[in-house]
Antibody, heavy 119, light 108 residues
């Protein structure tokens, strides 16, 4: 059964770097067309796409956050890592990782991890 | 960026009602449109992809239609489990991926 699970700190101080890890199972990021995205959802608000990494290591970023984000993968560990620099309270959100299928749509989501940015 | 606008933002309906949610894209997204259902405290759950293809395991009372810039999600006969928030998303490969602002479906 395909699963994804996010992990990382629950509390981060302003200006620090946030590192989140998505660990997945039952699919491979070496499969042609496959990808993993990160999406966040601020409390009571809508969904915001952050970054996507493809099987061939191609990477896409949200234009508004591009300068602060780095996405990477470790196919041997079935993990995707998202780094966000210089966080502030506006980055407080639930962060999800999502599988992108080879044919483009996104099907499986992790349970999400709530990150609070506060001093 | 392609903006996705859903209407209405909130919808009050009763069990058994037929309801329709609309999603408009600011540019042509072809059929690269998905619908998700999200319940409180849970991750979004894929309902429809490619504008009208029902995801495996999703009840047939859900259906999607449209192409280009205008799309609809229809629930033919509301069930108690359907009261949730619904989001559309465009996933064109050459664009930042964007979501609608959500439609909260409430019990009347």
């Amino acid at each position: 059964q395909i699963t994804l699970k996010e992990s990382g700190p629950t509390l981060v101080k302003p200006t620090q770097t946030l590192t989140l890890t998505c660990t997945f199972s039952d699919f491979s990021l070496t499969t042609n067309g496959m990808g993993v995205s990160w999406v966040r959802q601020t409390p009571g608000k809508a969904l915001e796409w952050l970054a996507l990494i493809f099987w061939d290591d191609d990477k896409r970023y949200s234009p508004s956050l591009k300068n602060r984000l780095t996405i990477s993968k470790d196919t041997s560990k079935n993990q995707v890592v998202l780094r966000m620099t210089n966080v502030d309270p506006g980055d407080t959100a639930t962060y999800y990782c999502v599988r992108r299928r080879y044919d483009g749509f996104w099907d499986f989501w992790g349970q999400g991890t709530l990150v609070t940015v506060s001093s | 960026d392609i903006q996705m606008t859903q209407s209405p933002s909130t919808l009050s309906a009763s069990v058994g009602d037929r309801v329709t949610i609309t999603c408009r894209a600011s540019q042509n997204v072809g059929n690269f449109l998905a619908w998700y259902q999200q319940k409180l405290g849970e991750a979004p759950n894929l309902l429809i992809y490619m504008a009208s293809t029902l995801q495996s395991g999703v009840p047939s009372r859900f259906s999607g239609s449209g192409s280009g810039t205008e799309f609809t999600l229809t629930i033919s006969s509301l069930q108690p489990d359907d009261f949730a928030t619904y989001y559309c998303q465009q996933y064109q490969s050459h664009s930042p991926y964007t979501f609608g602002q959500g439609t909260k479906l409430e019990i009347k």
